[in-house]
């Protein structure tokens, strides 16, 4: 979460941050002074895009461009649904065990603030191995 927010404060931008468990519940949300409030819910679900799929929310447009008609015209409109950019899966040995949701900037600034907080995560956890082997 820090990381993110910290990311979002370096590019002058006000965002809300979601972070998901594996099964999608909600375990911190931040909402930065001056992001709309619509942000609030849309980085909810990019974090359940993200998490639900094991792969980021903007790696959709490509995707769907692979998928039949109905695919593509269906699954952007399902519930708690966020086919772009700003939702990142946070993987262990190829498994979603949570996510971060970005919203409130450009596509491309969520999606920075989301991979800071991808990075610190995982700088943590080689950090912990590094420790403890």
Same mark, same amino acid.
């Given at each position: 979460?820090?990381?993110?927010?910290?990311? &979002?404060?370096?590019?002058?931008?006000?965002?809300?941050?979601? *972070?998901?468990?594996?099964?999608?519940?909600?375990i %911190?949300?931040? %909402?930065?002074?001056?992001?709309?409030?619509?942000?609030?819910?849309?980085?909810?679900?990019?974090?359940?895009? &993200?998490?639900?799929? &094991?792969?980021?929310?903007?790696?959709?447009?490509?995707?769907?461009?692979?998928?039949?008609?109905?695919?593509?015209?269906?699954?952007?409109?399902?519930?708690?649904?966020?086919?772009?950019?700003?939702?990142?899966?946070?993987?262990?040995?190829?498994? &979603?065990?949570?996510?971060?949701?970005?919203?409130?900037?450009?596509?491309?600034?969520? *999606?920075?603030?989301?991979?800071?907080?991808?990075?610190? *995560?995982?700088?943590?956890?080689e950090?912990?191995?590094?420790?403890?082997?």
């Amino acid at each position: 979460m820090r990381a993110a927010l910290d990311e &979002a404060g370096g590019l002058s931008v006000r965002v809300s941050v979601a *972070i998901v468990d594996a099964a999608g519940g909600l375990i %911190h949300l931040a %909402h930065m002074d001056g992001a709309p409030l619509q942000c609030r819910d849309i980085a909810v679900n990019k974090a359940l895009t &993200a998490v639900g799929f &094991a792969v980021s929310t903007g790696s959709w447009e490509i995707r769907l461009k692979e998928m039949s008609d109905a695919v593509r015209q269906g699954l952007p409109f399902q519930p708690r649904m966020a086919l772009f950019g700003g939702g990142e899966p946070m993987l262990y040995e190829g498994v &979603a065990v949570g996510a971060i949701g970005v919203s409130g900037a450009s596509e491309q600034d969520d *999606i920075r603030c989301a991979l800071a907080a991808v990075q610190a *995560i995982r700088d943590a956890l080689e950090a912990a191995a590094g420790e403890g082997g």
